[in-house]
């Protein structure tokens, strides 16, 4: 009984003096080497750190690379700005060839309209030259006063010639009443009764004479028109 009691005894105290000495070993270790969440936490500092340093550089690149780019664009721009400028400025200033394409075609059209200004008075001229020709020939005039001969000479008929159109070609000084019949009562002063009462104008065509009114009396090429005054009446 004795023994088994000592027995046991020895290995509690055996037990006691490994486990004493497992807990000093212990403590040592502890002090001697940082625990394993302290080096965990060291590690995964340092690991930000790492990311941190990256990440900054990497934005310090994206940066640089966005500046560049910035830098870029404006060079485009401003190189664009400057040929859309050139292009717009030979645009505007016309070259010297169409200047001298543009002269040659004001030229022309300045010489086409003088042409067909030069036509339209050639085509105004010609009525008055067909006018001309409308001339049917010459009568012969012969205008006696009292006791004075105003006019004696051949005049150029016209269009519609009368005794008394031929007598306004003499270009005398008349006085007459216009209507459906002229009556001539003056020409170159003397007048109807100046000599006596009754006296007065009268004419004959080819020697023959008229008794209607002068307007009335068509004549023609080669006729003799005598317009005399007279104190007889006829």
Do not use: C
Not at 69 to 84: C, D, E, W
Not at 92 to 101: L, N, V
Not at 179 to 198: F, M, P, Q
């Amino acid at each position: 009984m004795k023994k088994s009691v000592g027995i046991i005894v020895a290995t509690v105290v055996t037990i006691l003096i490994i486990g004493g000495a497992l807990a000093v070993q212990q403590h040592h270790q502890q002090g001697s080497t940082p625990p394993a969440r302290e080096r965990v936490a060291a590690s995964s500092s340092a690991t930000t750190e790492s990311k941190t340093a990256g990440d900054q550089a990497a934005s310090s690149s994206k940066q640089a690379h966005r500046k560049s780019a910035t830098s870029s664009a404006k060079s485009s721009r401003q190189a664009s700005a400057t040929v859309k400028s050139a292009k717009k400025s030979t645009a505007t200033r016309p070259s010297s060839a169409s200047r001298t394409a543009s002269s040659k075609a004001v030229s022309q059209r300045q010489t086409t309209t003088s042409k067909a200004t030069t036509t339209r008075q050639k085509r105004q001229v010609a009525p008055a030259k067909k006018a001309k020709k409308q001339t049917t020939g010459k009568a012969y005039l012969v205008v006696s006063g009292y006791k004075k001969t105003f006019f004696k000479g051949h005049v150029t008929l016209g269009a519609h010639p009368t005794a008394f159109s031929v007598l306004q070609a003499a270009k005398l000084k008349l006085v007459y009443q216009n209507g459906v019949v002229v009556y001539v009562s003056s020409i170159n002063g003397l007048a109807e009764n100046d000599v006596k009462t009754g006296s007065g104008w009268k004419y004959r065509v080819n020697d023959k004479f008229i008794d209607k009114a002068a307007n009335l009396k068509k004549i023609k090429n080669g006729d003799h028109v005598h317009w005399y005054f007279t104190t007889k009446g006829y």
